[in-house]
């Protein structure tokens, strides 16, 4: 259903119909009108995750006339702001206005937001499931793709390697989108009723493909001509070197003639700094020209091979689904390969199908196969609409295993049109041993097999394991018969220095398709924590092996002590060893010795001691630091790595990330040694209950907690003040009530990490004046990289003699994450889109239920008179200015035109950040809220002499309207 957009001149408001559209799929399919098309759709998790497309989309949209849209899962709401006080859904409501700033002027007008909830940096997808409500996002991914209907789809990969849970999960939605869209067995409510749309095919899906390769060019436009992929997929690329519509204005500091164009890739690196809250800053260089590369995941429509010279045009990636294919088929022509199974034996055959769909001529088609393979055909293909060619493929007796092999089809007919297609498959080893999966990883293989088994041409996951110094534990290790025959053999492990086993080889007899475990004991003779806490360690079987990493944590016995929190280690209160915390696992170009920020390979620069009394833990940390980072005021006493800060990471159970959580079952306090209030302030985040747990905005999250600190803030957040600390750096002192964790602690295996955080001169070029931004050296007792959010690599830590309190739950409490997300019948900008395109916000189920009969302006208010079919909210907000995309940096450049104005610095001293709230930066004139009940309201939004004004300059009145069943409406009336 099309929301509307109106139009108003000077006074009067006229009422607008809301457009019909079919009410039955079987007589009328569902097709998008070009105000709702999508050709390239993007989906990413959070807003500056999808900057890899502003200058394809720009090259795109301005030399092919392909329309580039997004989904954004978040806003980013549960992340710091380093520029303002905004948090929560005002942060949502402002990071919104910045991914729009950073596409607007590639032509990428529709972010869809799906507006789940952004809770914090994790690496576990189930946690993200479980945050966003997995099936009711899918649902809103396939509404937006059946809405809008993309040809191409681009964004994350599903895999771990990903990172970030939400990235991860964003990259299952775009698999998982893409089949739901096309399956009317999937959310079938959305092909019914007045607003019915229909069953959709996405042609091409570049997610999670590999780019790599040699030849192409950056100088020179269709610049992937001559590229070979050292990988199998498909490599599509766009010169971004063409000139943009968009000039250097006057004066600008990078010295370039005014009025001449930018490149797309200057375009696309100005919009990629366009996230001041995210600490980006405003781009000042100049840029080249580049060929941005898209590695091609899964195609239904026929397409060019690299091997051919039209796959190195810049439309390539198009060819197919927007634009017909160079081979001769007509546009809408289906063709894609599929297989038998995925995993395959040597010498063992199996069945390929080449499918076809559209206006088939009669012809052939034919596969080729890797050298030393066999196949059968070429097959007939007759003339008609569909057509299923079925092959036995047999691989060599030498092919190697453990590794993906291409097998491709052509179709040719007998006019001489052509239509390429491919596809993998995996050969594996007759038996083949796999350390048995747990916790993420374990789900991640469960979500291939299960859900997107295509997807597993990105490969199965790694082998992942920990364990403390010294220790013992078991590696069970899976062995799969994968062949037609009896497979007998046995398992070893290949053992690096400092480990042993408790045996050499373990023997494994399997029938066809069956599994059998074999467990090893593995120990660590480790006495200290290696340089490299990461080894490998193979695991191999008669004909294959795979690598289990497997990381070495540090280990540590609390003695119990009585001390006393008054930031000094007085004899007697810490009699337990003392941990290095001189480990660097991120930022290291900005640490410049034990002086610095504590890194000493003896131990001498930051160190912590533990002691636990009663229900308590009680921490002595020193940190060494030459330079005092920007001093937080109390409404910035959350994200500690944008400043000087220690955090303390806790796991009570040790179990955090096999029980799919990560650390929302920890407990993690952030710690600022001093703030602008004079001494020290403390928050928790990213764990079980995160938010402000000190001062005035106490989200009572972390009760009884204690800090004292040496550190004394030198008065000034201005360079040319002093910044040394006194002493060369502070000691903390902290109290931690384990009644503050999630559940009670198992004193025999204690989670436990402390990490440092080491900012230093953050000003910016040409000022002097400290930023609250992330340019830190991260430290760490155990210090690998994400170890924020890894709780198994954290350290171990045992309590002798402490019992936990018998009431005291052991399982975690839901985790509460307290800011909440963004609704977007709240964003101006989201209404706006929504009646512009019709797409409901949100991807939502869409509603017809509020009429507007009239709409004025008379004297000082704007008067409405709606009809309702039932009852809910309609919220109206009175906008001015250009609403698309609104500043989000201050400029000197007198001559710089929108939409380009505010992206090129004149001075050095350009670059800041206009205020925000509570009016975005002055375009949200009024906003009102009215509960609508069935039949006629009549209701008054009064303005002042001063709105009047405002509205004179592109004003307009936009309305959300929102059902009690989750049903939404969009409206935008132009006030002229």
Known sequence: MKRFAGFVMLVLLAALPVPAVATSQTTQPYVADRQTKIDVMGEWAHPDDDTSIIGPCGVWHQQYGVKCGVIMVTRGEGGGNATGPELGPELGLRRENEDRVAHYRSGTVDIFNLDRIDFFYNQSAPLTQYFWDEQETLRRVTRVIRETQPEIYIGFTPTLAAGHGNHQQAGRLIWEGVLAAADPNM???????????????????????????????????????????????????????????????????????????????????????????????????????????????????????????????????????????????????????????????????????????????????????????????????????????????????????????????????????????????????????????????QEYDEWLRNTAPQANRLGRSQAIQSMGIGQTIDVPVVVHNWSAEQQTGAVSLDLPANFTVDAQAKPYDLAPGADATVTFKLTNTDTTLPAQQNVGIPIRTATGSETLTLTLVPTTVIQQATPVVDGKANPGEYPGPTLDLG?????????????????????????????????????????????????????????????????????????????????????????FPFSQSGGPCWERDADNHQGYSSGALDTGNAPGVQVASTAQWVGSNQTTVPHAYAGGGYDLEVKIPLADLPSAVDPARLGLNITPYDNDDTSAAGTTTLRHIDMSTRLGWSALGSVQSDPYRWGLATLPGYTPPADRPTTPAPPDVSNPNLNGVLSPQTIAQSARNGVPISGRVPTDDLEILSSAVRGDAVHLVTSSKGNGTARAFLTSGELGAILVWTTSCTTDPPPDYGFTPCAITDGATPPWSPDMSGHLVKQATRQVTRGVQHWTIPLTATQQQQLKDRGHLLISYETAKNEVQAFDIRIA
């Not at 026929?302 to 990636?317: E, L």
Request: aromatic residues 10%.
């Open 583 to 671: 480990r660097i696992w991120q930022g290291a170009s900005t640490c410049t010795g034990v002086d610095d920020c504590g890194v000493s390979s003896t131990g001498e620069g930051n160190t912590a001691k533990v002691s636990w009394s009663g229900d308590a833990l009680y921490f002595f940390i020193h940190v060494r630091d030459d330079y005092q980072s920007y001093a937080v005021t109390p409404a910035e006493c959350v994200g500690h790595w944008q400043a000087d800060s220690v955090e303390i990471l806790l796991d009570p159970r040790g179990t955090a990330s096999q029980d799919l959580k990560d650390t929302a079952n920890t407990f993690k306090l952030g710690i």
């Open 187 to 441: 959310f079938p409510e959305q092909l019914k009723g007045p607003d019915a749309l229909s069953t959709w095919q996405v042609k091409k899906v570049f997610s999670g493909g590999a780019t790599a390769g040699t030849g192409g060019t950056t100088t020179s436009a269709n610049c992937t001509t001559g590229f070979t992929p050292t990988g199998l997929d498909t490599v599509a690329g766009v010169w971004t070197g063409y000139n943009s519509p968009y000039t250097w204005p006057a004066g600008n500091t990078q010295g370039q003639t005014a009025g001449t164009p930018k490149i797309w890739q200057q375009v696309a690196d100005e919009g990629r700094a366009a996230y001041p809250t995210q600490s980006r800053v405003m781009y000042k260089g100049t840029s080249v020209p580049a060929c941005p590369r898209f590695g091609m995941t899964e195609s239904f429509v026929p397409f060019q091979p690299n091997s051919n010279a039209a796959a190195g045009r810049d439309d390539a990636i198009l060819f197919g689904a927007t634009k017909p294919d160079p081979g001769g088929l007509p546009l809408g022509t289906l063709e894609y390969l599929t297989f038998e199974r995925f995993y395959n034996v040597a010498g063992e055959p199996f069945e390929a199908t080449v499918h076809l769909r559209g206006k088939l001529a009669k012809g052939n088609v034919a596969l080729t196969v890797p050298a030393g393979w066999s196949t059968d055909g070429p097959k007939p293909v007759s003339k008609g609409s569909s057509a299923d060619i079925t092959f036995t493929v047999t691989p060599a007796a030498t092919a190697t295993v453990d590794q993906n092999a291409k097998v491709s089809a052509l179709y040719t007919t007998t006019d001489h049109a052509t239509g390429y297609t491919e596809n993998v498959v995996r050969i594996v080893s007759a038996a083949e041993g796999r350390f048995q999966r747990w916790g993420n990883w």
